[in-house]
């Protein structure tokens, strides 16, 4: 979220671009390609959101749209992409996020489907509401799969991002309670440029020719000391 929908609109055309960047980077690799994918998500969701500013809240298809990315969509994408992505030994434990995000997307799902989300524009920021019962269950679940899942993935990358996340979701609430202004959308384009370094790190890199003007290695010539290892006689 950002504090206006101009804000909102460059913000995600950005985060957009640096996913390309990611999934470029990430295509040598077919299990990394979901997480290298989460920026073009975040692109998508700010860009979704510009389209409330404009429409002053309300109840239309982009505050549902929003809703559907921001709540079930991601707490299933980040636990499978994570757990795509994470080594073998990690794998066995990052199946209890994966769990809660499961039931938590599915939890979502239903309240979307059976009821009406509502966006509120509130000074510099946009209030959601959905009418959620247990809430509090809801979010523990959406925080274990998302935030979770990233500090179990046994990547170090990784953990370095869930870390951010953290600290770029509280200092964003708090903001955002006081009707401030929203910064989710900077933490969101941090977020996605070390998404980005990750896949360039895990990136295969391919043995390099010899560079121009360097010749290949020569064969050395055949010395007396070598036949007589070999257990011949020089003719």
């Given at each position: 979220?950002?504090?206006?929908?101009?804000?909102?609109?460059?913000?995600?055309?950005?985060?957009?671009?640096?996913?390309?960047?990611?999934v470029a980077l990430a295509a040598r690799r077919p299990r990394d390609l979901p997480l290298a994918a989460l920026p073009l998500l975040l692109g998508a969701h700010q860009i979704i959101e510009a389209a409330v500013w404009r429409n002053d809240g309300g109840?239309?298809?982009?505050?549902?749209?929003?809703?559907?990315?921001?709540?079930?969509?991601?707490?299933?994408?980040?636990?499978?992409?994570?757990?795509?992505?994470?080594?073998?030994?990690?794998?066995?434990?990052?199946?209890?996020?994966?769990?809660?995000?499961?039931?938590?997307?599915?939890?979502?799902?239903?309240?979307?489907?059976?009821?009406?989300?509502?966006?509120?524009?509130?000074?510099?920021?946009?209030?959601?509401?959905?009418?959620?019962?247990?809430?509090?269950?809801?979010?523990?679940?959406?925080?274990?799969?998302?935030?979770?899942?990233?500090?179990?993935?046994?990547?170090?990358?990784?953990?370095?991002?869930?870390?951010?996340?953290?600290?770029?979701?509280?200092?964003?609430?708090?903001?955002?309670?006081?009707?401030?202004?929203?910064?989710?959308?900077?933490?969101?384009?941090?977020?996605?440029?070390?998404?980005?370094?990750?896949?360039?790190?895990?990136?295969?890199?391919?043995?390099?020719?010899?560079?121009?003007?360097?010749?290949?290695?020569?064969?050395?010539?055949?010395?007396?000391?070598?036949?007589?290892?070999?257990?011949?006689?020089?003719?």
């Open positions: 979220m950002c504090w206006s929908a101009t804000a909102d609109l460059v913000a995600g055309t950005g985060i957009a671009a640096v996913g390309v960047v990611s109840t239309g298809p982009a505050t549902t749209a929003w809703a559907v990315l921001a709540l079930p969509l991601l707490a299933l994408w980040v636990p499978a992409a994570v757990l795509c992505a994470a080594p073998p030994g990690a794998r066995r434990r990052l199946l209890v996020p994966l769990a809660a995000g499961i039931a938590t997307a599915a939890a979502l799902a239903y309240a979307l489907a059976t009821r009406t989300v509502t966006a509120e524009i509130r000074g510099h920021t946009v209030g959601y509401s959905l009418g959620l019962s247990h809430a509090g269950l809801i979010v523990g679940g959406y925080l274990l799969a998302t935030i979770g899942s990233l500090f179990l993935s046994g990547d170090r990358g990784l953990v370095l991002f869930g870390a951010l996340i953290a600290f770029g979701a509280a200092v964003s609430v708090v903001l955002w309670r006081q009707e401030y202004i929203s910064t989710w959308c900077a933490f969101a384009a941090v977020c996605s440029v070390l998404l980005a370094l990750w896949a360039a790190r895990r990136r295969p890199h391919a043995a390099r020719p010899p560079g121009r003007g360097q010749a290949p290695p020569r064969a050395r010539a055949p010395r007396p000391g070598d036949v007589k290892r070999l257990g011949r006689k020089p003719l």
